[in-house]
């Protein structure tokens, strides 16, 4: 028999909700006692939790409640299912045993057709409230995304039920197959801002560690979408945006390419210029931009385009200058990378400009911070970074200098 017929903007959590509820009901009609405690006996002889009773809404609700979006159904002593017959097994051991003996009872006196019957419609109920597979809720949801009549709280929803079945990478390879990458992508375009961002959360949960959802998002041409994104007044989509793009590029030498030819750069620029009370995109920022530069330098680049761009690398040089420990240690990444993609003269190089003033200020701070304790460890760790990046600027300087002597 067919499974029921699921509502097009399906709730994963209430779904699961009504299979417990079922489970229960079937299972314990007649489960009417409302004691409080625990009785000393259950039918396997162990001290158990009496089941409470509730009617079918008040379970659902109380389920709903419990289990936040994806969580498994939970019983009510707060037990987690991992499948339906763990829930059966759950309803069964809360019921009341004197109950489930006078029912065991009933079928022991049935015919050999009544109890064929009796079978026959179990078989039918637990049909219909057969578990849905991950394939079939993320039909479900991307038919909502290609519904305009859908609106935007039904919408979010959809997304957000998205964003946890792409986790495993199996669905995630099979969403485009499933004809749901295209609307997602489109979702970047969405009025609503808060769409955009779920939206581009999704694209960079599945495509995370993923060439192959990688490159179907990036022949899409979403990039070109989540780079305009990154200029967004909002902290939030812009931060959704930078994780997206992070996420595409990663280790994806296309999508390396197409990140610079998209002026990605600028974008990054953008964020450190406008978002200076923002610690945490400046974080995603300087991150990016040095494994944008790591990634410049293993494929044997010495040059990259935001290299000319005085203001952008000033920008990432006086992230060092920050007050946060953590901004300063990305930033320290980021310049010596940098660095190190730099050509050897001087117009080069006064790019850098204030970099040791820079990291000497940053060699007093890290020394205070040894004298305590719990930062000691840590402040150790950033300075022998520091020390790093201040050799390589000074192997740049040296380089300089005897290149101009050398012309001379």
């Known amino acids: ?35 409080e405690g625990r009785n000393g006996s259950s039918l396997l002889g162990q001290p158990r939790q009496w089941a409470t009773g ?55 006196r049935l015919s050999a057709d009544e109890l064929l019957k009796r079978q026959m419609e179990i078989k039918e109920l637990m049909e219909k409230f057969k578990m849905p597979s991950d394939g079939d809720l993320m039909k479900i949801v991307i038919s909502d995304l290609n ?12 997304l957000q039920e998205l964003l946890v079945l792409v986790e495993p990478i199996d669905n995630a390879n099979d969403l485009d197959k499933l004809g749901g990458l295209l609307p997602l992508i489109e979702e970047l ?73 998209e002026n990605g750069y600028a974008m990054l620029q953008h964020i ?33 385009p935001f290299l000319s761009n005085h203001l952008f690398i000033k920008s ?23 660095l190190q993609l730099t050509s050897a003269d001087a117009s080069a190089l006064q790019k850098f400009l204030g970099l040791d003033e820079s990291l000497d200020a940053l060699k007093v701070q890290l020394d205070e911070l040894t004298t305590h304790e719990e930062r000691r460890e840590y402040a150790l760790e950033i300075e022998i970074l520091r020390r790093e990046v201040q050799i390589v600027f000074q192997q740049k300087f040296h380089q300089v200098l005897v290149h101009t002597f050398n012309d001379k």
């Not at 229960?24 to 006692?33: D, E, N």
């Not at 961002?197 to 192959?212: D, E, F, P």
């Not at 200076?276 to 293993?298: E, M, P």
């Not at 990432?316 to 940098?338: F, G, H, N, P, T």
Request: aromatic share 4%; net charge negative; glycine share 8%.
């Open 147 to 158: 519904n305009s009549s859908v609106s935007l709280e039904d919408r979010q929803r959809a």
């Open 189 to 261: 375009n969405n009025a609503d801002e808060g769409i955009r961002t779920t939206s581009a959360w999704v694209l960079g949960k599945a495509s995370q560690n993923n060439a192959h959802v990688q490159n179907q998002i990036l022949g899409y041409g979403a990039l070109e979408r989540l780079v305009k994104m990154g200029y967004s007044s909002s902290a939030a989509e812009a931060a959704k945006a930078l994780y997206a793009i992070s996420s595409l590029i990663r280790d994806n030498e296309h999508g390396q390419g197409l990140f610079l030819s």
């Open 54 to 108: 509730k009617d079918e809404a008040e379970i659902l609700a109380e389920a709903e409640a419990r289990g936040g979006g994806g969580e498994p159904a939970a019983g009510d002593d707060g037990r987690e299912f991992a499948s339906l017959d763990s829930m059966l097994q759950w309803a069964i051991g809360n019921s009341d045993p004197d109950t489930l003996r006078e029912k065991a009872a009933e079928l022991e």
């Open 316 to 338: 990432v040089v006086d992230m060092i200058s920050a007050s946060d420990l953590d901004l300063q240690e990305k930033s320290l990444l980021a310049v010596r990378s940098l």
């Open 272 to 304: 450190l210029s406008t978002a200076s009370t923002n610690i945490r995109l400046q974080k995603k920022v300087v991150s990016l931009l040095a494994y944008v530069a790591d990634f410049q330098l293993s494929t044997g680049k010495s040059q990259a």
């Open 1 to 35: 028999m067919a499974g029921v017929q699921l509502p097009r903007r399906c709730h994963l959590r209430v779904l699961r909700a009504a299979v417990l509820a079922a489970a229960v009901l079937f299972f314990a009609p007649a489960v009417g006692a409302r004691e």
